[in-house]
């Protein structure tokens, strides 16, 4: 008890200094100037994480299950236990098999889907979730912007209509982001025949820097049209190493090289954050 006494000073001093560490920690990882997407190291399936320079926060997916608990714990400050909104592309096991971890652990304030259904286990406990934590829930639809702040934005480009019956992967969310000149495409699952409907409904609004490539390279998805209309520059392709799909198809990362993309694989370089400033691009 005398050497806690003692002592006393030395502690009061030591809490006042981690008190202030965390202070002006919270203080610079909110201060960021830039946006930054984070495409996750999951295994063979999506999850993007989009932190706009004001602080907002939107994940897109959650991958097949809880490795997306790791892979935000390497770009989410440790003290922070909210989401702003969880965007599902569509509910395949492999976009949405981590949500449910997701729901239980952090505060997410809306929830995005396209409509589509399925019987899965995983998305009935995902739709438990959100019902018994009284989360609101909107449906994607063409015309909607999603506001990020500080003049950053994403438009929805598809669905345009109610999906309901319709396959899960033709039903995938599609969505552009813009900040400043540069831009993201994220297409979900969506294949050849859904882009080109898509070029159908708005082609000269697909051109895009970075691809999320769809479907994991599978060359159901990335057609010549579709590439063609994008023009990126990077393009993105979330998927597990050896899969037994054999994503992404040679087919389709031939097909990037003729366009002179540059391709960023997960398998190859785990998780891959692309920073802007809304005129450059920082890659890691």
């Known amino acids: 008890m005398q050497s806690f006494r ?8 030591g809490v006042l200094f981690l008190a202030a560490f965390f202070v002006w920690y919270a203080v610079y ?25 004001n602080g907002n ?15 935000l714990s390497k770009v989410m400050p440790f003290y922070d236990r909210s989401i702003d909104m969880v965007i599902e592309s569509h509910p395949d096991s492999d976009h949405i098999g981590g949500l449910p971890e997701i729901l239980n652990r952090y505060d997410v304030g809306v929830v995005m889907e396209s409509g589509v259904n399925t019987d899965s286990a995983v998305y009935a406990e995902t739709e438990k979730l959100i019902s018994e934590k009284n989360i609101k829930k909107i449906l994607a639809r063409k015309e909607t912007r999603v506001n990020l702040g500080d003049g950053g934005y994403m438009d929805i480009l598809f669905p345009d209509r109610d999906v309901a019956g319709m396959d899960t992967n033709d039903a995938s969310i599609i969505m552009k982001l813009q900040y400043g000149s540069k831009s993201f495409l994220f297409t979900g699952d969506s294949p050849a025949k859904m882009e080109k409907y898509l070029i159908s409904l708005d082609g000269k609004n697909l051109d895009a820097d970075v691809l999320k490539v769809g479907h994991h390279g599978s060359k159901t998805s990335s057609s ?22 054999g994503h992404p198809h040679q087919e389709i990362l031939d097909r990037f090289q003729k366009f002179g993309i540059n391709i960023l694989r997960t398998d190859q370089l785990g998780a891959i954050k692309i920073k802007s400033d809304g005129e450059n691009f920082k890659i890691q």
């Open 6 to 13: 003692k002592n006393f000073k030395w502690y009061f001093v």
């Open 29 to 53: 990882a909110e201060s960021r100037q830039e946006l930054e997407v984070d495409f996750l190291d999951v295994g063979q399936g999506d999850a993007i994480f989009i932190q706009a320079s």
């Open 57 to 71: 926060q939107i994940l897109i997916d959650a991958g097949p299950n809880k490795a997306v608990l790791r892979e």
């Open 224 to 245: 010549q049209e579709f590439l063609g209309y994008v023009s990126p520059e990077y393009a993105v392709i979330s998927v597990g190493k050896d899969n037994k799909y």
